[in-house]
Nanobody
Framework: VRLVESGGGSVQAGGSLTLSCTTSGFPFSSYTMYWYRQPPEKEREYVAE????????DYADSVKDRFTISRDNEKNILYLHMNSLKPEDTALYYC??????WGQGTQVTVSS
């Protein structure tokens, strides 16, 4: 199983970024996929999840209405579209597949 995040960067508050998680080594379309993040000096926290075919989606309250999770089962890629970014969204963002597979993370820094 391989998960590789990309797309992070530094933006000003109110800006947008799209993260990608390129996967390999498993049948991507057979798994619910997740995004988590770890803010500086804090615990890792749940951000969003998307079911196998994309029909069931959920978000943490802190990102609801600003972030959109999506997936491309043909390309085996998971996405996180982030709009109206806030300084408190600053974190290392991880792609996750159960039971315990994680990517290396991609850093998002939002300045005020």
């Amino acid at each position: 199983v391989r998960l590789v995040e990309s797309g992070g960067g530094s933006v000003q508050a109110g800006g947008s970024l799209t993260l990608s998680c390129t996967t390999s080594g498993f049948p991507f379309s057979s798994y619910t996929m997740y995004w988590y993040r770890q803010p500086p000096e804090k615990e890792r926290e749940y951000v969003a999840e998307i079911s196998l075919g994309g029909g069931v989606i959920d978000y943490a309250d802190s990102v609801k209405d600003r972030f959109t999770i999506s997936r491309d089962n043909e390309k085996n890629i998971l996405y996180l579209h982030m709009n109206s970014l806030k300084p408190e969204d600053t974190a290392l963002y991880y792609c996750h597949r159960t039971p315990d597979f994680w990517g290396q993370g991609t850093q998002v820094t939002v300045s005020s």
